[in-house]
Protein backbone atom coordinates (compact mmCIF):
# COMPACT_ATOMS: atom_id res chain seq x y z
CA UNK A 1 0.00 0.00 0.00
CA UNK A 2 1.36 3.47 -0.57
CA UNK A 3 -0.06 6.89 1.38
CA UNK A 4 0.11 9.82 -0.03
CA UNK A 5 0.25 13.59 1.48
CA UNK A 6 -3.03 15.13 0.49
CA UNK A 7 -0.71 18.15 -0.84
CA UNK A 8 -1.91 21.37 -2.94
CA UNK A 9 -1.32 19.43 -6.15
CA UNK A 10 -3.63 16.55 -5.01
CA UNK A 11 -6.56 18.87 -3.66
CA UNK A 12 -6.07 21.40 -7.16
CA UNK A 13 -6.50 17.91 -9.13
CA UNK A 14 -9.63 16.73 -6.94
CA UNK A 15 -11.31 20.21 -7.70
CA UNK A 16 -11.17 19.71 -11.57
CA UNK A 17 -12.36 16.13 -11.60
CA UNK A 18 -15.30 17.02 -8.83
CA UNK A 19 -16.24 19.23 -11.10
CA UNK A 20 -15.93 17.32 -14.35
CA UNK A 21 -16.48 13.53 -13.07
CA UNK A 22 -19.28 15.10 -10.61
CA UNK A 23 -17.82 13.49 -7.91
CA UNK A 24 -18.08 14.13 -4.51
CA UNK A 25 -15.37 15.76 -2.45
CA UNK A 26 -13.04 13.00 -0.37
CA UNK A 27 -14.01 10.55 -3.98
CA UNK A 28 -12.61 13.06 -6.09
CA UNK A 29 -9.52 13.08 -3.95
CA UNK A 30 -8.95 9.26 -4.25
CA UNK A 31 -9.27 9.76 -7.83
CA UNK A 32 -6.65 12.69 -8.13
CA UNK A 33 -4.54 10.42 -5.78
CA UNK A 34 -4.51 7.33 -8.04
CA UNK A 35 -3.78 9.79 -10.85
CA UNK A 36 -0.23 10.07 -9.21
CA UNK A 37 0.20 6.81 -9.22
CA UNK A 38 -0.61 6.31 -12.81
CA UNK A 39 2.65 3.99 -13.47
CA UNK A 40 1.51 1.67 -10.65
CA UNK A 41 -0.67 -1.12 -10.37
CA UNK A 42 -3.64 0.66 -8.81
CA UNK A 43 -7.42 -0.53 -8.71
CA UNK A 44 -10.28 0.62 -7.05
CA UNK A 45 -12.47 -1.64 -4.75
CA UNK A 46 -16.02 0.13 -3.38
CA UNK A 47 -19.60 -0.23 -3.57
CA UNK A 48 -20.11 3.18 -5.18
CA UNK A 49 -20.86 3.03 -8.89
CA UNK A 50 -20.30 6.77 -9.63
CA UNK A 51 -17.07 6.41 -8.32
CA UNK A 52 -16.61 3.10 -10.34
CA UNK A 53 -17.99 4.49 -13.23
CA UNK A 54 -15.67 7.81 -12.59
CA UNK A 55 -12.18 5.73 -12.04
CA UNK A 56 -13.03 3.33 -14.88
CA UNK A 57 -13.53 5.94 -17.58
CA UNK A 58 -10.17 7.65 -16.61
CA UNK A 59 -8.42 3.85 -17.34
CA UNK A 60 -8.24 2.33 -13.77
CA UNK A 61 -9.33 -1.27 -13.04
CA UNK A 62 -12.05 -1.37 -11.11
CA UNK A 63 -13.67 -3.70 -8.49
CA UNK A 64 -17.31 -3.45 -7.19
CA UNK A 65 -17.69 -4.72 -3.60
CA UNK A 66 -21.12 -4.03 -3.11
CA UNK A 67 -22.08 -7.52 -4.10
CA UNK A 68 -25.27 -7.44 -6.97
CA UNK A 69 -23.98 -4.54 -9.23
CA UNK A 70 -26.79 -2.76 -8.90
Do not use: K
Amino acid sequence: MTLLDVSARVVDSAATVAVDRGLRGYDAVHLASAALLRGSDVAFVSGDRALLRAVGEEGFITVDSSGGGR
